[in-house]
Structure formats: structure tokens, C-alpha cells
Nanobody, 115 residues
Framework: VQLVESGGGLVQPGGSLRLSCAAS????????MNWYRQAAGKERELVAG????????NYGDFVKGRFTISRDNAKNTVYLQMNSLKPEDTAVYSC?????????WGRGTQVTVSS
């Protein structure tokens, strides 16, 4: 049972990244999937969430139309497309699988936005 994030890295302000989170060992299509982030010295915050079917999504206020969460239940993968990145988006981004009282977390991937 695991979640493995990939796609992080160093990008210039205004650039884009696409994060992926590959799930294994559980019924991915039954779970709400979320992306969270935690910057150094700050609390973890919700970036985006998507329902098990993929029909509904929600975003943190700071996203303001820049990010898009999606999922492919056939590939057991959730994505986060991030555009117009800002230095304040620098953080470790982690994916989370949630169902009732159960939560599973990945280890995270570092995103650094800097010129």
C-alpha cells in the first residue's frame, strides 16, 4: 500500500510543472485524492482535492485558477498541473488518499520556484 509522487523540481517563476502520484495496493478508484503542500516553517495546507469519480474538485484559495487536479482511475494515478508558478509555491507537495477515517500519505516531492 503506497503512494509515490514524482514530477517535482526547480522551475523559474511563471513556469509549469506536472506532479504525478502513483497509487498501489488499494482500491484507488474508491478514494478521494488530495494534494497538500508544506513550506519550510509553515503548516501543511490543502492544495487541491478530487472525488473518487473525478467529477468534483476543490482548490485552496491561493491557487486562483493556476492549478488543475485530475485523476486516471485506470492508471491509479492522480495529477496536479501547476501553471504560473510563484516563488511562494515553493514547498514539499504530498498526495493523500482519503476514505472515511483512513488516510494514506506519500513521501512528497520538492517543488522549488526560483530564478
Amino acid at each position: 500500500v503506497q503512494l509515490v509522487e514524482s514530477g517535482g523540481g526547480l522551475v523559474q517563476p511563471g513556469g509549469s510543472l506536472r506532479l504525478s502520484c502513483a497509487a498501489s495496493g488499494f482500491t484507488f478508484s474508491s478514494y478521494i485524492m488530495n494534494w497538500y503542500r508544506q513550506a519550510a516553517g509553515k503548516e501543511r495546507e490543502l492544495v487541491a482535492g478530487i472525488t473518487s469519480s473525478g467529477r468534483r474538485t476543490n482548490y485552496g484559495d491561493f491557487v486562483k485558477g493556476r492549478f488543475t487536479i485530475s485523476r486516471d482511475n485506470a492508471k491509479n494515478t492522480v495529477y496536479l498541473q501547476m501553471n504560473s508558478l510563484k516563488p511562494e509555491d515553493t514547498a514539499v507537495y504530498s498526495c493523500n488518499a482519503h476514505l472515511l477515517a483512513y488516510d494514506l500519505w506519500g513521501r512528497g516531492t520538492q517543488v522549488t520556484v526560483s530564478s
